[in-house]
């Protein structure tokens, strides 16, 4: 997840009749416009013109990322869209763009093991829940931990959550060495359970494929909604998920540098 992640230009009045436009351009133009409507700071995120991750072939109901202090700033939450240019990859050039989908939800990481909390989750948490977004809570397991102690850390943390925020997300990702899977198992039930219990709400369990594959207990598979973490590939091979992270190479318009990118279905 975000543990390994990362001027405005001054505007320029253009007369029209010194403006030329190649007839390429004026259509991606025109698309853009009639898919955009309701973007007031889409004109302010950072052009790029290179391509970033294609969308995988399988059917969506919604995108969204997830985000940490990792993640290099401003986050232009009005302007946030994912952009597709005619090969399906990932774009921040308006000209190159075919399709447009908005982000529709964001991930936040909250806490990690039992005592850090993320310097940017305040804001960014504040930020998202002023806009049309769905955000959600996120905190980076430590299996040498305790899971209730860290799941109490998440709760104070995070604080009350509003009826349309996301269930709260336990990111397990890594093993200590010398633990065995059936501690990591163990403490991780803990931190669920204990997080549900807080909230009346099961939690996501994100995960990379082979942990769901090769380490996680059916306790855990069968009773959380799981979110897969899988590159590269046209579908996870762990089929029984709602969310996939298929990349965290991707070119988000409204955010200055590539970040990780989910569906839902």
């Given at each position: 997840?975000?543990?390994n992640?990362?001027?405005t230009?001054?505007k320029?009045?253009?007369r029209?009749?010194k403006?030329?436009?190649?007839?390429?351009?004026?259509?991606?133009?025109?698309?853009?416009l009639?898919?955009?409507?309701?973007?007031?700071?889409?004109r302010?995120?950072?052009?790029?013109?290179?391509?970033?991750?294609?969308l995988?072939?399988?059917?969506?109901?919604?995108?969204?990322i997830d985000?940490?202090?990792?993640?290099?700033?401003p986050v232009l939450?009005?302007?946030?869209r994912?952009m597709?240019?005619r090969?399906?990859?990932?774009?921040r050039?308006?000209?190159k763009?075919?399709?447009?989908?908005?982000v529709?939800?964001?991930f936040?990481?909250?806490?990690?093991?039992?005592?850090m909390?993320?310097?940017?989750?305040k804001?960014?948490?504040?930020?998202?829940?002023?806009?049309?977004?769905?955000?959600?809570?996120?905190?980076f397991?430590?299996?040498?931990?305790?899971?209730?102690?860290?799941?109490?850390?998440f709760i104070?943390?995070?604080?009350?959550?509003?009826?349309d925020?996301?269930?709260?997300?336990?990111?397990?990702?890594?093993?200590?060495?010398?633990?065995?899977?059936?501690?990591?198992?163990?403490?991780?039930?803990?931190?669920?359970?204990?997080?549900e219990?807080?909230?009346?709400?099961?939690?996501?369990?994100?995960?990379p494929?082979?942990?769901?594959?090769?380490?996680?207990?059916?306790?855990?598979k069968?009773n959380?909604?799981?979110w897969i973490?899988?590159?590269?590939?046209?579908?996870?091979?762990?089929?029984?998920?709602?969310?996939?992270?298929?990349?965290d190479?991707?070119?988000?318009?409204g955010m200055?540098?590539?970040?990780?990118?989910?569906?839902?279905r």
């Amino acid at each position: 997840m975000a543990q390994n992640k990362k001027d405005t230009r001054k505007k320029r009045r253009v007369r029209k009749r010194k403006l030329k436009v190649p007839p390429a351009a004026a259509v991606a133009a025109a698309l853009l416009l009639a898919l955009a409507v309701g973007l007031p700071l889409l004109r302010h995120a950072r052009p790029a013109g290179d391509t970033g991750a294609a969308l995988p072939p399988v059917q969506f109901q919604a995108l969204g990322i997830d985000i940490s202090h990792n993640n290099e700033g401003p986050v232009l939450w009005d302007s946030l869209r994912v952009m597709v240019d005619r090969a399906g990859r990932t774009v921040r050039d308006l000209e190159k763009a075919r399709k447009v989908y908005p982000v529709k939800f964001v991930f936040i990481k909250a806490t990690e093991g039992v005592s850090m909390r993320d310097p940017k989750f305040k804001t960014y948490w504040a930020e998202a829940g002023e806009r049309d977004i769905q955000r959600g809570a996120y905190h980076f397991f430590r299996t040498s931990r305790d899971g209730a102690v860290q799941a109490r850390h998440f709760i104070a943390t995070v604080g009350q959550l509003r009826h349309d925020d996301l269930p709260p997300v336990l990111d397990l990702e890594t093993i200590h060495r010398g633990c065995t899977y059936k501690l990591l198992n163990e403490r991780a039930l803990q931190w669920l359970k204990e997080v549900e219990k807080h909230y009346g709400r099961k939690p996501i369990v994100y995960t990379p494929d082979s942990f769901a594959r090769d380490i996680l207990c059916d306790e855990i598979k069968d009773n959380y909604t799981i979110w897969i973490a899988h590159y590269g590939v046209d579908s996870p091979i762990h089929g029984g998920w709602t969310y996939w992270q298929f990349t965290d190479r991707a070119l988000i318009y409204g955010m200055p540098e590539p970040v990780d990118l989910s569906i839902r279905r």
